[in-house]
């Protein structure tokens, strides 16, 4: 039978639910032998994105992806992060095609683009 | 030049503002054959307009399957520079067409973009009316019954398969029986119909050839029907998802000046193509398939497309929209799951025979499967009053035709009836693009019916034919052609004339 990633995440999710930390590992390592079992290791990146989304949203909080057109000081990052709250799942990662400034997205829904690409899209695509 | 025009431009940037806030945003997850997964979106509006944000400009996409944690939507536009990863917004549009008078005479996509090097359509834009090509046809209470008649220019279309405005005719047969032929001939005849409003025509090719497509387009031009003609094109070489809007497209055109007051004549051609095209994109978008792999709202595809044609009552403007789909069968079968489907749709057929087609016999109609179920309301009394026993005449022909073949002898009686059948057969040939005018159509079957061209060689019915309308037109052209042509009428006077006409000219022909 072929399992959806939805499926696989909620699973996931409820084998991890109020196991001890040092159980957690054990269950990680089984679920990826699970995965390889079932040939199913290309979905491994839809799963863990949904994941994502199950676990934030338990705790009552954000999936926030923070992108940066280039490597900033560590100081500046963690002034960012700072902003978001225990609950949230804060990734940040290095785009340069936003040539400058930052991007953040939530939930992978909605976002607050303040990079340079995105202006100038916005000054050569305006109607 | 160039100063102004750095000037311009250096305004637009200063004036440019752009304040960041949260923003909707979706994101492509899988691409392939015109078809783009997208995640994200949760609030996006079946057949809303989606832009990709793709590194050379946007490209637009039809938010199609909406589904529990994505969107399923086809490509409008180079699908090949779309990729995982590109961010998709809404633009809280559905999918439209900018229609106004001025796109008459042009060749357009279905996105209404110009393919006939003529440049802009729309030289006064703020005229032009967005069209939705999904649209809710018209309501019971908006319409009437069909009254005007469509005259094809097609003599056995015209005298026994009658199509009122309004009416959706369906025109199927074989690949190379002459379907196209017959809907062009009606297209090119609207323009020597004076008796009634002047057509606005619209032709939709779907997963034509190029080649075709451009010939008929020279046709057009050459017989001067591209005046009062759109052609909304999809060759084969477009997009499946181009394929599959060009028919809604093309009814959105039609629909603009219907709701105008104005009559119009949208020929599909051909919506087996249309199903095709929509059953790619439905299984792309992983449908679940159903008899032969079609999605299972393929009928719901062509009923409400076909729906939308119609005759309004004189309170919504009296305009109406005829339809004449084209569809191709395999080897004579009409029971197929696309032609039983649209066959059930529309209000008659007229079939198209190769046999037929081969026996020498254009246009190759079949009579006995062909039927107009509406039209005769349409007919004008004059074609009425000459169709009917032409109807009787052919089918006694073709019984007693049947009956030739075992029996050697024959009573005078009967065959005479089967030399009449023949010259009636003979007069029914038509080369295509040659459509005659209603006034013409009923002369001749006139003299058919009542036996003047029975001493007449088959071989030389064509010429009598021809000759003859000359001769009315030279002699008899207020009395005889121009009488019925203004009353619609053969009225005890205007037979006289005929028949007076009719043998003077048998004396000198």
């Given amino acids: ?127 | 030049m160039a100063y102004d025009i750095i000037e311009k431009l250096k305004k637009e940037i200063e004036g440019f503002k752009d304040e960041a806030g949260f923003e909707n945003v979706g994101i492509v997850t899988e691409t392939s054959d015109g078809i783009a997964r997208v995640s994200g979106l949760a609030g996006a509006l079946s057949q809303e307009i989606l832009n990709i944000e793709t590194e050379t400009g946007d490209i637009p996409t039809l938010a199609s399957n909406l589904e529990e944690s994505s969107i399923g939507t086809i490509i409008l536009g180079d699908f090949e520079k779309v990729k995982i990863g590109h961010r998709v917004r809404q633009t809280g549009k559905v999918l439209s067409i900018k229609v106004s008078p001025e796109i008459i005479g042009r060749v357009v996509d279905p996105l209404g973009r110009p393919l006939d090097n003529k440049g802009v359509i729309f030289k006064n834009p703020e005229k032009a009316e967005e069209y939705r090509l999904e649209k809710i046809a018209p309501s019971v209470i908006n319409r009437e019954s069909v009254k005007i008649p469509v005259h094809t220019g097609v003599k056995a279309v015209d005298a026994m398969i009658p199509i009122g405005r309004g009416q959706r005719e369906l025109i199927i047969g074989d690949r190379g029986t002459g379907k196209t032929a017959i809907a062009l001939d009606a297209i090119l005849n609207q323009k020597q119909d004076p008796g009634r409003p002047q057509m606005i025509c619209v032709y939709v090719a779907v997963g034509q050839k190029n080649s075709k497509i451009a010939k008929i387009i020279k046709t057009m031009e050459d017989a001067g029907a591209l005046k009062y003609t759109v052609v909304v094109s999809a060759p084969a070489s477009a997009p499946a998802a181009l394929q599959y809007l060009a028919p809604f497209a093309g009814c959105a055109v039609g629909e603009y000046f219907m709701e105008k007051g104005q009559d119009v004549l949208v020929v599909y051609d051909d919506l087996t193509k249309h199903a095709q095209s929509y059953r790619e994109l439905s299984l792309l978008l992983r449908r679940p398939p159903g008899r032969e792999a079609y999605p299972g709202d393929i009928f719901y595809l062509h009923s409400r497309l076909l729906e939308r044609s119609a005759k309004l009552s004189k309170e919504q403007g009296g305009g109406s929209l005829t339809a004449l789909p084209i569809i191709e069968t395999q080897l004579g079968d009409v029971s197929a799951y696309i032609p039983t489907n649209v066959i059930s749709i529309t209000d008659g057929q007229i079939y198209l025979e190769s046999s037929l087609f081969y026996q020498g016999l254009r246009p190759a109609v079949n009579v006995g499967l062909s039927v107009s179920r509406v039209g005769s309301s349409a007919q004008t009394k004059a074609m009425k009053k000459v169709a009917g026993r032409l109807r009787l005449e052919l089918a006694q022909f073709r019984e007693l035709q049947a009956f030739v073949q075992f029996a050697s002898d024959l009573d005078p009686n009967t065959k005479k009836k089967i030399d009449r059948g023949e010259v009636l057969t003979e007069i029914l040939k038509q080369s295509d693009r040659e459509p005659i005018s209603f006034e013409k159509q009923v002369v001749i079957l006139y003299a058919g019916i009542n036996g003047f061209l029975d001493d007449i060689p088959k071989t030389r019915v064509k010429e009598f034919e021809q000759k003859f309308t000359d001769y009315l037109e030279k002699m008899h052209r207020e009395k005889v052609l121009a009488a019925i042509e203004k009353t619609n009428e053969l009225n005890e006077e205007t037979e006289k004339n005929l028949k007076v006409a009719l043998e003077e000219f048998k004396k000198i022909f």
């Avoid at chain 1, 934030?56 to 902003?83: C, F, M, N, Y």
């Fill in chain 1, 1 to 127: 039978m072929k399992y959806s990633p939805k499926n696989y995440a909620l699973a996931l999710n409820q084998a991890l639910e109020g196991k001890p930390e040092t159980k957690k590992g054990a269950i990680l390592k089984n679920f990826l032998v699970v995965l390889k079992k079932n040939g199913d290791q290309r979905l491994a990146h839809k799963i863990l994105e949904i994941f994502k989304g199950l676990v934030v949203r338990q705790k009552g909080g954000h999936h926030v992806l923070l992108e940066l057109a280039r490597e900033t000081p560590d100081t500046s990052t963690q002034s960012i992060l700072k902003k978001f709250g225990e609950k949230d799942w804060v990734e940040t990662s290095i785009n340069p095609s936003l040539v400058a400034g930052i991007r953040v997205t939530l939930d992978g829904e909605q976002e607050l683009d303040n990079s340079l690409a995105k202006k100038l899209h916005k000054l050569f695509n305006r109607n």
